[in-house]
Nanobody
Framework: QVQLVESGGGLVQAGGSLRLSCAAS????????MGWFRQPPGKEREFVAA????????YYADSVKARFTISRDNAKNTVYLQMNSLKPEDTAVYYC?????????????????WGQGTQVTVSS
């Protein structure tokens, strides 16, 4: 069992930056791929970024490449999402998720554990 708690969301102007954190409980954090997803108002949840547990391979949605960076600190059981050059279309509830899988980790069904989400609002 893995429990996830996100933090770091808030209101920011377009062009600004935020760093989201996701703290995980449990001794198996280092053996879980971690992902970030987001759900814009009135839309479905979508993939943002993921980092695998064994090699640290990263995946990004095209919409956030070169702007967002995912990283993890296994000693702190924490995964981060650094978001730069934010745009109004990045406004969404951001969710952290965990899975023991390492392949195909860019879709919602591949993840077993989810946090409660943190709101990110980007004003124009």
């Amino acid at each position: 069992q893995v429990q996830l708690v996100e933090s770091g969301g808030g209101l920011v102007q377009a062009g600004g930056s935020l760093r989201l954190s996701c703290a995980a409980s449990g001794r198996t954090f280092s053996r879980h791929t971690m992902g970030w997803f987001r759900q814009p108002p009135g839309k479905e949840r979508e993939f943002v970024a993921a980092i695998t547990w064994s090699t640290g391979k990263t995946y990004y949605a095209d919409s956030v490449k070169a702007r967002f960076t995912i990283s993890r600190d296994n000693a702190k059981n924490t995964v981060y999402l650094q978001m730069n050059s934010l745009k109004p279309e990045d406004t969404a509830v951001y969710y952290c998720a965990a899975t023991p899988r390492e392949f195909g980790v860019v879709t919602v069904p591949m993840y077993d554990y989810w946090g409660q989400g943190t709101q990110v609002t980007v004003s124009s």
